[in-house]
Each structure stands twice: as C-alpha cells, then as structure tokens.
C-alpha cells in the first residue's frame, strides 16, 4: 500500500489514515473531527480510545458543525486505569452513546474481536467511521510486532466493510524507523508537523 495520498488521479477517500500528531500545537482533535466526519453522511462512528476518556473522544465526535452527533460507540481500553471511566450510560456524552470497557487483561486478538463485533453492528445500519487512539498507547500495551499484526488484521477489515477510519499515532515518542514500519499498512499518512491544517 502507498502510504501517501493517491496521486493516480483518483478522487476516492483513502480507507486506512495513519494521523500523525505531535504533542503539542498539532491541531489534533480539529483534524480528527474532520476526519471523521468527512465529506459524506457517515453518522455512526467507532471511537477506540486508550489513554483517553470516552467524554474526551465523544466531545470530538460531537463538536463538529453541522451539528449533527450521530451514534456512536467507545471501546474504552484503559478504564482501569483511570478514577473517572465512563459508563456505558454515557452520562458526559450524547443520549445515543454507547461504551463499551475492555477488561485489562484482554490482549489484542481479543480487542480485535471487541471492534469487529462494534464495527459490523455499526456498518449494517449505515456509513461508518472508525477512529482509534491511539497506535502509540497500544505500542506501550504490547510488542511492536503484535501491534503491527493486530493494524494489519484491523485496516484488512475495514477495507472488506468499506469503513473510514483513522489511527492517531504521536510521532514525538517514536523514532523515524517505527514511524516508517507502521506507515506501509495505511492508504494514506496525514503528518501533522508538516501540514497546514488552517481553514480547514
């Protein structure tokens, strides 16, 4: 797979985005919005989180400008480790939230499984967008290679469902060569260190 932008000429939204966001002054959550949104009707969105809280994701998801939240559905990987994890009755996001707690002890084969179960419900009832954040919290979970194996697994199947989705990936904490191996598994890399997001 190219792992820039198509330059054939075709006008076809790329499937698989790595997202690459610095730490700081990288505008990340506006181009996620974008991203997620996109340019069609996709009104249901998957949302992975790590580190994250599920309000923190929803709150992206939501705050967009044609001011229409959608459903959507967080697989909360971290609840564990945080005092304030949100319920599945979504007390700080929209009334058609759903979330969903991995067990910490599940391993990425099993949460593979937790988001192709979300994300083939998602799809039968319309378009779908799949945002995960991010490959560097799953990159502190497990090896690179079961990470690389579990994306590789992942973008298979949301080309198979016709499925928009992007990967937040912090290139601050990785060097070049980890960056580069992840990179080949993505249609399309947005690098945020580089781009002019502005007006967008």
């Known amino acids: 797979m190219s792992t ?18 610095p ?12 991203l997620l949104h ?47 994890a949100a319920t599945p009755s ?28 979300h994300l083939a419900a998602l799809v039968s009832e319309g378009e779908t967008t799949l945002c995960v954040h991010s490959v560097s919290d799953l990159l502190q979970r497990a090896e690179e290679r079961a990470v690389f194996k579990f994306l590789e697994v992942l973008t298979s199947t949301v080309e ?11 290139p601050d904490v990785h060097d070049p060569e980890t960056i580069e191996t992840f990179e080949v598994l993505f249609d399309s890399v947005v690098d945020l260190r580089t781009a002019n997001v502005a007006g967008e």
């Open 90 to 117: 979504g007390t700080d996001g929209p009334p058609n939230a759903v979330v969903e707690s991995v067990d910490p002890e599940t391993d990425l084969v099993g949460l593979g499984d937790v988001i192709d179960r």
């Open 4 to 21: 820039n932008p198509d330059d054939s000429g075709s006008t076809e939204t790329p499937l698989n985005v790595l997202l690459l966001a």
């Open 38 to 84: 996109g340019p069609g009707e996709r009104d249901r969105a998957l949302l992975v989180t790590c580190m994250e809280s599920p309000a923190e994701r929803l709150d992206v998801w939501t705050d967009h400008e044609d001011g229409r939240p959608g459903d959507a559905t967080v697989i909360d990987v971290e609840a564990a480790a945080r005092s304030t």
């Open 23 to 34: 730490s700081v002054g990288s505008h990340e959550d506006e181009v996620c919005g974008e």
């Open 160 to 170: 198979r469902a016709g499925v928009v989705a992007h990967y937040h990936m912090n």
